[in-house]
């Protein structure tokens, strides 16, 4: 059965799927659709997504404004990231608030980020590969960044920013109260 941990942030899981092992290795069903809608996950995925990072690559904070914004399930298939989900949702009583947790390929952890909160993670062992499935295409003209760094979110990154590699977008993303959110 899917074990399903809420997180500070109404909405954001953690998600851990059974896993088999045996003298070959390991086994687990990363996605059902069957078995996450009965865990309150009931998303239609249409992209698979794959990055690889170095430690201290920081990508986000990011999300895709309507009408193709994303809902994102992410799992790490080999080394760590610190993963991380703030409420940009103008109305929502959580509005401006983050939550993160470490995903690993050890910890065989997923995290689940609704529609309506921007996501970023940053690798904190070298070679990182994260996977992740998103439930809208990917649109660049949609495409937003906030910067990872803003004070009035206020995220603990667990590397400093002097061991951040950040893309040119990432370092000039505007703050929360500039950026184009949600209602
Ligand atoms: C996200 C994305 C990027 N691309 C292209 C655009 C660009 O040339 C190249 C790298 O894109 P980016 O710099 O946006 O990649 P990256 O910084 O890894 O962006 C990702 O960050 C994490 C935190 C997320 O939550 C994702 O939704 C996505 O925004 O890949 C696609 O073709 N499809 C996609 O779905």
Same mark, same amino acid.
């Given at each position: 059965m899917v074990d399903v941990i809420p997180t500070?942030?109404?909405?954001?899981l953690e998600i851990v799927t059974p896993r088999f092992g045996d003298d070959r290795g390991i086994f687990s069903e990363t996605w059902n659709a069957a078995a996450f809608a009965e865990a309150g996950i009931d998303t239609a995925f249409v992209q698979d997504n794959f990055s690889r990072s170095a430690k201290g690559v920081l990508r986000g904070l990011h999300y895709q404004v309507e009408p193709i914004a994303q809902a994102k399930l992410v799992r790490v298939g080999r080394g760590a990231i610190f993963d991380v989900a703030v409420d940009?949702?103008? $109305? $929502?009583?959580?509005?401006g608030r983050w939550t993160g947790i470490e995903l690993s390929a050890a910890r065989w952890n997923q995290l689940f980020v609704p529609a309506g909160f921007a996501h970023g993670f940053i690798a904190v062992e070298d070679d990182t590969e994260v996977q992740y499935k998103v439930s809208a295409p990917y649109s660049a003209a949609h495409d937003r960044a906030i910067a990872a760094d803003d004070p009035a979110i206020g995220i603990d990154w667990p590397l400093a920013p002097s061991e951040w590699s950040r893309s040119a977008k990432d370092v000039a993303a505007p703050l929360l109260a500039q950026a184009e959110i949600f209602a």
């Open positions: 500070a942030l109404p909405g954001v940009i949702r103008r $109305s $929502s009583p959580t509005f």
